[in-house]
Antibody
Framework: EVQLVESGGGLVQPGRSLRLSCAASGFTFDDYAMHWVRQAPGKGLEWVSGISWNNSSIGYADSVKGRFTISRDNAKNSLYLLMNSLRAEDTALYFC??????????????WGQGTLVTVSS | QSALTQPASVSGSPGQSITISCTGTSSDVGSYNLVSWYQQHPGKAPKLMIYEVSKRPSGVSNHFSGSKSGNTASLTISGLQAEDEADYYCCSYAGSSTLVFGGGTKLTVL
């Protein structure tokens, strides 16, 4: 069974940094691209970032470009999101999602339950 | 990267059919057959319902169907059931390793 478990969320002050993690199990991690998708309270889904199986292709939403960095460690079956210069508008539930293919840009066939990030002073 | 445009809400009675539109541009929906649809019940993670415009994953009911014409994709739910009440989101590949979601549509089964 595919399992994606996010962690690392919490309350953080504006301008500070936070690192999210996603632990994957139940599948061969380096056979898939991976993504972060977020959902602000009461709002819709927003794609944040995606990374191909071998790090050769990485994409970011304009809203986070230059502030967030996605990475993965295939040896640890883990996906990460380093979030710098956090803003109030980054407050959201952050989902880890598996891409159907090895490159970024197909569709999300499995999702975690999310980790909540709250940016507030 | 502008969000795809979906109606904020749609409604229908049990047994009826509804269609949710998803309008993008020639840079996303119009250029790629990589449109997917997700169902999200309150407090739950999204669930894949349609991929590659019109394909259904194993286990998804055949009363869900998808299509695309030009820059607009559509999700049709026929034979509405109470459990179909949820939020629905479209998503498209937008080139250069980026994706974009629609704003979401709340489906109410009357």
């Amino acid at each position: 069974e595919v399992q994606l478990v996010e962690s690392g969320g919490g309350l953080v002050q504006p301008g500070r940094s936070l690192r999210l993690s996603c632990a994957a199990s139940g599948f061969t991690f380096d056979d898939y691209a991976m993504h972060w998708v977020r959902q602000a309270p009461g709002k819709g889904l927003e794609w944040v970032s995606g990374i191909s199986w071998n790090n050769s292709s990485i994409g970011y939403a304009d809203s986070v470009k230059g502030r967030f960095t996605i990475s993965r460690d295939n040896a640890k079956n883990s996906l990460y999101l380093l979030m710098n210069s956090l803003r109030a508008e980054d407050t959201a539930l952050y989902f880890c999602a598996r891409d159907r293919g090895v490159t970024v840009g197909n569709w999300f066939d499995s999702w975690g339950q999310g980790t909540l990030v709250t940016v507030s002073s | 990267q502008s969000a795809l445009t979906q109606p904020a809400s749609v409604s229908g009675s049990p047994g009826q059919s509804i269609t949710i539109s998803c309008t993008g541009t020639s840079s996303d929906v119009g250029s790629y057959n990589l449109v997917s649809w997700y169902q999200q019940h309150p407090g739950k993670a999204p669930k894949l319902m349609i991929y590659e415009v019109s394909k259904r994953p194993s286990g998804v009911s055949n009363h869900f169907s998808g299509s695309k014409s030009g820059n607009t994709a559509s999700l049709t739910i026929s034979g509405l059931q109470a459990e179909d009440e949820a939020d629905y989101y479209c998503c498209s590949y937008a080139g250069s390793s980026t994706l974009v979601f629609g704003g979401g549509t709340k489906l109410t089964v009357l």
